[in-house]
């Protein structure tokens, strides 16, 4: 959930929730390119399977098996 700080006349989330949603949605499009194989998924992120696999549990975006 992002959280706005209160600036005078500005309605920008803070950079960490910033990063955390696009990192989110980096993840996602992924999936949806790989058509939900996480392997592939992760090499098109540039990351471990691994830690794809951790990213998915930080972002609740792992199915319960």
């Given at each position: 959930?992002?959280?706005?700080?209160?600036?005078?006349?500005?309605?920008?989330?803070?950079?960490?929730?910033?990063?955390?949603?696009?990192?989110k949605?980096?993840?996602?499009?992924?999936?949806?390119?790989?058509?939900?194989?996480?392997?592939k998924?992760?090499?098109?992120?540039?990351?471990?399977r691994?830690?794809?696999?951790?990213k998915?549990?930080?972002h609740?975006?792992?199915a319960?098996?």
């Open positions: 959930t992002l959280i706005a700080r209160q600036v005078p006349g500005a309605h920008v989330a803070p950079l960490e929730d910033q990063i955390l949603s696009a990192e949605r980096a993840i996602e499009q992924s999936l949806e390119a790989a058509k939900d194989n996480r392997s998924a992760a090499r098109l992120l540039g990351i471990s691994q830690t794809l696999y951790k998915l549990r930080e609740a975006l792992l319960a098996d």
